[in-house]
């Protein structure tokens, strides 16, 4: 009964910015931790940020911080604002909806499709 969508990827060059949504539909959705994670070419899926259902905690890999903010935009919508991006932050990007604050990917039970950053130099 939960299906997520993210918008926003796409092509920019090192230094860019660019703002990822991930809508989201179904029951008692408000509950949820909102997480994103990314996944390139020939590697795991990875951790990047995410969020308490209230908003008030937040939770980043090291890789991004100072650059990526994760927030909520509303109470279906989730917003990841990557600034300063570089080559290596190339991935498809998914949003995922859970019950824990937590990096691991496995703890998380809803996924959405993804979308696709691409970061050139």
């Known amino acids: 009964q939960v299906q997520l969508v993210e918008s926003g990827g796409g092509l920019v060059q090192a230094g860019g910015s660019l703002r990822l949504s991930c809508a989201a539909s179904g029951r008692t959705f408000s509950g949820y931790v909102m997480g994103w994670f990314r996944q390139a070419p020939g590697k795991e899926r990875e951790f990047v940020a995410a969020i308490h259902w209230s908003g008030s905690y937040t939770y980043y890999t090291d890789s991004v911080k100072g650059r990526f903010t994760i927030s909520r935009d509303n109470v279906k919508n989730t917003v990841l604002q990557m600034n300063s991006l570089k080559p290596e932050d190339t991935a498809v990007y998914y949003c995922?909806?859970?019950?824990?604050?937590?990096?691991?990917?496995?703890?998380?039970?809803?996924w959405g499709q993804g979308t696709q950053v691409t970061v050139s130099s």
């Open positions: 995922a909806a859970g019950n824990v604050l937590t990096d691991t990917a496995r703890e998380y039970k809803y």
